[in-house]
């Protein structure tokens, strides 16, 4: 099992950049692949990002594509969403999950991941 604590959420004005950060604890974080999702007021949890187990392959919503990067520090057991050129839309908690899934499986799909962190508010300001 593992444990996830994400950080870094905040109030930045549109055009900004913050950096989440998704610390795991537990058992080793190269166990799992790991995504972002977010949660806007009034609306369902929607997929942001996702990282493979080596970092050898990354998806992204069409929406953050070109603005958002995750990456991992599987030694530092992170995950990070570096997020730039931030818009109204954004605003959301940001949640973190881990999945021990191999093989082919939808990364969009919140139902495929296994754990999750407790969430952390961005709020973009116009």
């Known amino acids: 099992q593992v444990q996830l604590v994400e950080s870094g959420g905040g109030l930045v004005q549109a055009g900004g950049s913050l950096r989440l950060a998704c610390a795991a604890s537990?058992?080793?974080?190269?166990?799992?692949?790991m995504g972002w999702f977010r949660q806007a007021p009034g609306k369902e949890r929607g997929f942001v990002a996702h990282?493979?187990?080596?970092?050898?392959?990354?998806y992204y919503q069409d929406s953050v594509k070109g603005r958002f990067t995750i990456s991992r520090d599987n030694a530092k057991k992170t995950v990070y969403l570096q997020m730039n050129s931030l818009k109204p839309e954004d605003t959301a908690v940001y949640y973190c999950?881990?999945?021990?899934?191999?093989?082919?499986?939808?990364?969009?799909?919140?139902?495929?991941?296994?754990?999750w962190g407790q969430g952390t508010q961005v709020t973009v300001s116009s």
């Open positions: 999950a881990a999945t021990q899934r191999r093989g082919t499986y939808y990364v969009y799909d919140d139902k495929n991941y296994d754990y």
């Open positions: 537990g058992r080793t974080s190269s166990d799992y692949a």
């Open positions: 990282i493979s187990r080596s970092s050898g392959a990354t």
